[in-house]
Each structure stands twice: as C-alpha cells, then as structure tokens.
C-alpha cells in the first residue's frame, strides 16, 4: 500500500522560511516524478513545483526564485524549501508522486502552511 505523509508545515513568518517533507513508502514501481501541489482557502489546489526522476525541477512562476524542491538520496522523500514567505502561500500543501501509469498516481493527505505575522 503506498502511502505518503508530508511534514513540517505550520506558522511562518513573512520573509520567513519552511521546508517541507514527504515521505513514500509501499512504492511498487518506478517513480517518474515527484511533487507539490497547494489549495488555498476558497481556491482551486495548484501545482507548485515537480521534480523528475533525472531531478530536473519545475516551478510555478510565483513561487521561482523563492522555492526548492528536492529530493533525498534515497529517492523516497521529497523537499519544498520555502523561502521569503508570502502570505499568498497560505495553503495546504499536498505531495504527490507518478510512475508510467495514472494507475501510478498517489497524493499525500496534505499538511497546512500558514504564513502570518
């Protein structure tokens, strides 16, 4: 059973910094990609970053410069480093991973970012 858990969300300040964290486990088959998607209040959820299994990484262009997404060494655990925070990045945050099938298609059950003063 695959199941993904993110954490590290919370209170952050604006300016401030998270990182977030997700880790995978019950993976049968090849991941191709890793990511993160978000869903603020009254919004529909948005992509924000992915990462391939080459580890070329893809941001929204709010988020560019500000945001990184890795992933550990051992390939089952995904970051989101976020710095100089903006209240916009209030959401919950959700992970996902994708093999070769939407078969394949897994999300985590979300961890809440908060960004207040």
């Known amino acids: 059973q695959v199941e993904l858990v993110e954490s590290g969300g919370g209170l952050g300040q604006p300016g401030g910094s998270l990182r977030l964290s997700c880790s995978v486990s019950g993976v049968t088959f090849s991941i191709n990609g890793m990511g993160w998607h978000r869903q603020a209040p009254g919004k529909q959820r948005e992509w924000v970053a992915s990462i391939t299994s080459g580890r070329t990484a893809s941001y929204v262009n709010s988020v560019k410069g500000r945001f990184t997404i890795s992933r550990g060494s051992a390939k089952n655990t995904v970051y989101l480093e976020m710095n100089n925070l903006k209240s916009a990045a209030t959401a919950v945050y959700y992970c996902?991973?994708?093999?070769?099938?939407?078969?394949?298609?897994?999300w985590g059950p979300g961890t809440q970012v908060t960004v207040s003063s």
């Open positions: 996902n991973i994708w093999g070769d099938s939407p078969a394949y298609a897994f």
